[in-house]
């Protein structure tokens, strides 16, 4: 780790929030332009979002369509955000691509700005289209939970166990195709 940037060596996926934490409107804008300077292909940047506040009504209809066990964590997050990818019929992937893209730079100008991320992608996507009343090309892909690091303390026990515990990697040989 000793070589990367600290603003990658420093990111990570916490589970505890701070619950009294808010994004500011400048926050979000940062954020929001990081994503949008990312590279895609042809240029397209198919990439859509959806903001919700911890207390508004569109981070509420975020949160109920995640699972309940994320449930427990992700309430506590300042923010709920959408990630969606739209675009013709049959480039699905690389437009998936792409908004993976927009949310890695998305994550890196979020730990410069002094917050974490953490990603889902198992959720009610009918149900998220549904109560987003999202466009029918728009497909959401991914949830990312933003906010301030809070007391790990305060998870259920479970995940303080695993909020806890060692990251692990795969060697870097074991990157590389022989
Ligand atoms: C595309 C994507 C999907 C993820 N989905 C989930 C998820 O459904 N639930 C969850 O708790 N974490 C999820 N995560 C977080 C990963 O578990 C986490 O990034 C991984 O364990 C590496 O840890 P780190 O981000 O702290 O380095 C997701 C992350 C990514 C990038």
Not at 39 to 44: E, F, L
Not at 93 to 115: F, M
Not at 142 to 167: N, Q
């Amino acid at each position: 780790m000793s070589d990367l940037h600290p603003l990658l060596a420093f990111r990570w996926s916490p589970r505890a929030f701070d619950p009294a934490a808010r994004l500011t409107d400048a926050d979000v804008a940062c954020l929001l332009e990081a994503a949008r300077w990312a590279p895609s292909a042809g240029n397209r940047q198919p990439w859509r979002f959806r903001l919700g506040h911890r207390d508004d009504e569109t981070g509420k209809r975020i949160l109920v369509n995640l699972p309940a066990q994320d449930q427990r964590w992700a309430r506590h997050a300042s923010a709920l955000l959408v990630g969606a990818h739209t675009g013709p019929d049959g480039s699905a992937e690389r437009r998936a691509y792409d908004l993976g893209q927009a949310v890695a730079h998305l994550t890196v100008q979020a730990t410069a700005l002094g917050l974490y991320v953490r990603q889902l992608v198992s959720f009610d996507r009918a149900g998220l289209t549904a109560d987003l009343d999202l466009p029918a090309d728009v497909r959401p892909m991914v949830v990312a939970a933003v906010g301030r690091l809070g007391d790990p303390h305060a998870l259920p026990p479970d995940l303080l166990t695993r909020e806890t515990g060692l990251r692990h990697r795969h060697p870097l040989p074991a990157l590389l195709l022989t």
